[in-house]
């Protein structure tokens, strides 16, 4: 099952990230600083492009259990894979990008490049280190949404020369015939891309209503696709990971975002703050990283005021992988199997004589009632997750459970393994049905993570 993302060329001709940004006034003068915001746009939102509003609930669900599924073989690969490592700016510039985003729930955000500015949607990925979008001459690209960025088109693109000292401090250069950055990136499922390692300025909107011109920012320029997938209207990747070419680190060290109710598609406060605008707030438990991902210390779970008794080891990273991983791109939250079935029993005790167990034979796993989840768990027990340091996240139902159809709802917890397969390393993810009512920030400074419960229509002012 675990297909390793393959060859993976990369490489960086510039150590001077001065990603100075210069403000465009916007039409009132304020002096309140400006923050680099933008709208994530979930996949189930009335504003991505994809969205059909005769989707039923179930055909939404069903979208959303071939997202996660995906995601989670590519991540098992990758946490596997990873290796020990302190050295933040070498090890973790090993950009492999996350699976193309269609089907999963990964988050769309929009910007514009280059000059004239071409408007840009690409899905949010904390699993990866890389900007790449669509370019011109393209093999395969997706023709939509339309025009396809033109580098020669625009004034202020620049190629990335190969012959740099970053470059040849970094794991893997690839120079083209011209002496040109090259990256190429091989997704799980066999998609790919190649192009090359450019610099160009990127245009955000800022909190308040103005756009913010960022000058010099690194970014693969994609000139062949080739994915199996029908696309989803996105034009590229943005990774927030920690690799020195991510955008999380380009912008300064520090980025937060803030989800909302996803399964309210008229919801239309989710965002993304990038730099030091960022909002770092509440209680924060430190991260380390691995292969460019986000690892927490996850120090137990409970339910209402009862502490459940799992093998903290279960949540440990050790040289052989595992650990507890933040993910931006994954819908459920994945725990160790018997961190899985500890849960699960309490909520089940807790469920009996109230709702009635509905199984479906193929998905014996899942822990699923008759019911709806805004209309019949009120009083329903919050479930907690504590991390190391004080930080938690209070899961109320709707962040726990997933309406399936319109009368039966299961967990948005799945289990790593069925119990009797043999995994070597029990893998946690933590998903966004978790994250919802949270803003989330990274100092990737301090190496810390703040969760802040929050209604994030109260960020964006
Ligand atoms: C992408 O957008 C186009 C037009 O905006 C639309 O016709 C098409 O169906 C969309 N693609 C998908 C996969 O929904
Ligand atoms: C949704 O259903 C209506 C009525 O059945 C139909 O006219 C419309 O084209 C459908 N929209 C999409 C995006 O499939
Ligand atoms: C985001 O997309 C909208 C709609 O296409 C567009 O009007 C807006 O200018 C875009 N924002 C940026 C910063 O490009
Ligand atoms: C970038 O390099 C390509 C060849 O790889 C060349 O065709 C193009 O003109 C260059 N662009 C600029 C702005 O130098
Ligand atoms: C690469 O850099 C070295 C040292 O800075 C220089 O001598 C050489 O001419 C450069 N080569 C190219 C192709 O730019
Ligand atoms: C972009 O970086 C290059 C090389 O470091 C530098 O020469 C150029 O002035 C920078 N441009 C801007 C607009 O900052
Ligand atoms: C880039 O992709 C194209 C199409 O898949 C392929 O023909 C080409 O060899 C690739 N280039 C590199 C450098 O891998
Ligand atoms: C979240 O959105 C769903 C779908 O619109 C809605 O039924 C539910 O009440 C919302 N939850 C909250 C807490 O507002």
Redesign the pocket.
């Known amino acids: 099952m675990a297909i390793v993302p393959a060859l993976v060329y990369f490489l960086l001709s ?1 150590s ?1 990230f ?1 990603a ?1 940004a210069i403000g465009i006034p916007a039409a009132s003068t304020t002096t309140r600083p400006r923050k680099l915001v933008a709208k994530l746009i979930h996949r189930d939102s009335v504003l991505h492009p994809c969205h059909n509003p005769n989707e039923t609930i179930s055909d939404r669900a069903e979208r959303a259990i071939r997202g996660s599924n995906s995601r989670l073989a590519y991540l098992q690969a990758k946490m596997k894979e990873a290796t020990f490592s302190e050295d933040i700016q070498t090890v973790e510039d090993d950009i492999r990008a996350s699976v193309i985003p269609d089907e999963g729930t990964i988050f769309l955000a929009n910007f514009s490049i280059g000059e004239p500015p071409v408007v840009q949607l690409v899905g949010v990925d904390t699993g990866s280190s890389l900007l790449w979008i669509q370019c011109l001459p393209c093999t395969n690209c997706l023709h939509r949404p339309a025009p396809i960025f033109d580098p020669a088109k625009s004034k ?1 693109f ?1 190629n990335l020369s190969c012959n740099s000292t970053l470059c040849n401090n970094l794991k893997r250069c690839q120079c083209d015939q011209f002496n040109h950055a090259s990256f190429k990136i091989e997704y799980e499922d066999g998609s790919n891309t190649n192009g090359t390692i450019a ?1 160009e ?1 990127l245009v955000f909107e800022t909190s308040d209503e103005g756009i913010v011109i960022l ?2 920012v690194t970014f693969g320029c994609g000139h062949n696709i080739q994915t199996r997938q029908s696309g989803g209207n996105w034009t590229g990747v943005m990774g927030l990971g920690t690799g020195i070419a991510s955008l999380a680190r380009q912008f300064g060290s520090k980025f937060s975002y803030c989800l909302g109710n996803i399964s309210d598609p008229f919801y239309n406060y989710n965002h993304l703050i990038l730099g030091e605008g960022a909002e770092l707030e509440g209680y924060s438990t430190p991260f380390e990283t691995f292969d460019g991902h986000y690892y927490v210390t996850l120090e137990g779970i409970s339910i209402g005021e009862k502490k459940l008794e799992i093998d903290p080891d279960v949540f440990a990273r050790t040289s052989d992988g595992g650990g507890v991983l933040i993910d931006s791109g994954s819908t459920d939250t994945t725990l160790a199997y018997e961190a899985f079935t500890s849960l699960a029993y309490e909520i089940s005790s807790f469920m009996d004589g109230i709702l009635t167990r509905s199984r479906d034979e193929d998905r014996r796993w899942e822990l699923c009632y008759n019911g709806v989840v805004t209309r019949d768990l009120v009083g329903f027990p919050v479930v907690t997750f504590h991390f190391a340091g004080g930080a938690e996240l209070v899961l109320d139902p709707e962040s726990l459970f997933h309406q399936r159809t319109e009368d039966r709802f299961c967990m948005a917890v799945d289990p790593d393994s069925l119990g009797n397969d043999y995994v070597v390393t029990p893998t946690n993810i933590i998903g966004v049905m978790a994250q919802q009512n949270y803003n989330v920030a990274y100092d990737l400074d301090k190496k810390l993570i703040y969760f802040q419960r929050i209604d994030c229509e109260l960020l964006i002012d």
Do not use: F, L, M
């Open positions: 510039s001077a001065s100075k202020t620049a610099r300025q000058p010099n």
